[in-house]
């Protein structure tokens, strides 16, 4: 009885260690599995952000740009103060330089005007010759055709010599004093006579013409180079002019407002230097109408679009202002893109900074994913999703590989297609995972 008992009591022990070790151990097993946070898919809508900093400004605003280079000597005005038109801005230090290169520059094409102008006297007399030398071979053709001068003359003189002693054999032919042969041969040298006058006149004419032709295409290349030369001489002066007034400009070396408005320089100091090619500041004519400039790149501008809304936080206004986009245009030269905004404000906003925010919601997806649960390797875009399992009435839990198609992903979310099922997305572990392993989880908050 005591042996019995004594045995029943071990074995209970033994039992109870067992069952207390396969607990802790169990335990300690779940504990060392990876702990994964999941959450329910869902359905909606993408919001595309596009965000950067500009500076408000009237919408009708003209740039500055100053006449000369050099150094500010003098500024006459200040940030977001009215000038009227005329009202001078700043006083210019020229630099030296440039001007020595104008003086230089000016001397060079009078100079070249000059060669120009006894080029031109040249090619007027040239023609002038060429035209008398034509009037004088007119006068010939005109002298050939009258038939009364030179060699033409003593041609017809045999003609008509030749004529009369015909009708001299003809009348002693006519009487039996003369043969018919005489009279015969009388008249093959008449025809054989103005057949050389015929034979002269033409070759007299075809002459005369080339030479006319010769001089016509000699004169059409002396007016080509007339006109080519008076066009060259008109551009000359035209450079020296604008060189004039260049040198002009540096002597009066103020800038004035072309318009009356709001001035901003751009951050111009005095002892800053300026120049011709860029603006130094603009004018604004005061409105309830401003603008604001944003350059994006390319993967930024598919993001928006002219309906897309923008929403606009100023320094200077505690309210948010909404804003509209007037034009998306591309930058010449480069793969940017500026993105003009126009605002309609009774406040005063020229000059203040601005935060800018676009918003652009996408069509409705079916399947909506938080962006940390997508991964990605060498097979494409996946994802991870929980599996549940009964085992000896216990729930067990392992996560399954799903390869999906990513179809578009904003800041939080991604849409993507290739999950037959909602089932609980993985979106954050403390340990790898891979296809098939046991976890814990917790359900995000």
Do not use: W
């Not at 020229?94 to 006297?121: G, T």
Request: hydrophobic share 35%.
């Amino acid at each position: 009885m005591d042996k019995t008992k004594k045995l029943t009591i071990s074995l209970s022990i033994f039992f109870f260690v067992a069952l207390i070790l396969t607990f802790f151990s169990n335990t300690i097993y779940n504990y060392n599995l990876p702990l994964v946070t999941v959450i329910m898919p869902g359905k909606g809508k993408l919001v595309h952000r596009v965000t950067g900093n500009s500076e408000i400004s009237y919408e009708d605003s003209y740039k500055i740009y100053s006449h000369i280079e050099g150094r500010a000597a003098e500024i006459y005005v200040s940030r977001n103060q009215f000038v009227n038109k005329g009202e001078p801005i700043m006083k210019i230090i020229p630099d030296e330089s440039k001007v020595n290169n104008l003086e230089q520059d000016i001397m060079r094409k009078e100079n070249e005007i000059f060669l120009a102008n006894l080029k031109l006297d040249r090619l007027y007399e040239d023609d002038k010759k060429h035209i008398e030398e034509m009037e004088a071979l007119n006068s010939k053709m005109g002298e050939l055709n009258l038939q009364t001068k030179g060699e033409a003359k003593l041609h017809k003189d045999k003609m008509e010599n030749a004529e009369e002693e015909y009708e001299k054999i003809k009348k002693l032919y006519e009487i039996g004093a003369e043969p018919h042969s005489k009279l015969l041969a009388q008249k093959n040298l008449i025809e054989a006579l103005k057949t050389e006058y015929a034979i002269y006149i033409e070759r007299e004419m075809l002459s005369i013409n080339e030479a006319l032709d010769n001089l016509g295409l000699k004169r059409k290349d002396i007016l080509l180079l007339i006109k080519e030369a008076e066009l060259s001489l008109n551009v000359a002066k035209l450079e020296l002019e604008s060189l004039k007034k260049d040198m002009s400009n540096y002597k009066d070396n103020v800038i004035y407002a072309d318009y009356s408005g709001i001035i901003n320089l751009s951050k111009l100091e005095k002892g800053g230097m300026v120049s011709v090619a860029f603006a130094i500041g603009e004018i604004g004519i005061i409105s309830d109408n401003y603008v604001c400039e944003l350059n994006i790149g390319r993967k930024e501008r598919e993001k928006i679009n002219q309906e897309s809304i923008v929403k606009i936080r100023s320094i200077g206004v505690s309210s948010e202002i909404k804003g509209e986009i007037l034009s998306i245009d591309k930058i010449d030269g480069t793969d940017m893109f500026e993105v003009r905004i126009g605002i309609v404000s009774e406040q005063k906003l020229s000059g203040q900074s601005c935060k800018i925010t676009i918003e652009n919601s996408s069509e409705i997806y079916d399947i909506l994913v938080d962006n940390s649960s997508v991964k990605k390797d060498s097979n494409g875009h996946y994802i991870f999703v929980l599996k549940e399992e009964i085992d000896s009435l216990k729930k067990k839990y392992t996560v399954k590989r799903v390869d999906i198609e990513l179809l578009d992903s904003d800041e939080k979310y991604s849409a993507i297609e290739g999950l037959q099922f909602l089932e609980p997305v993985v979106v954050r572990y403390n340990k790898d995972i891979y296809n098939g392993n046991r976890v814990r989880y917790e359900e995000k908050q």
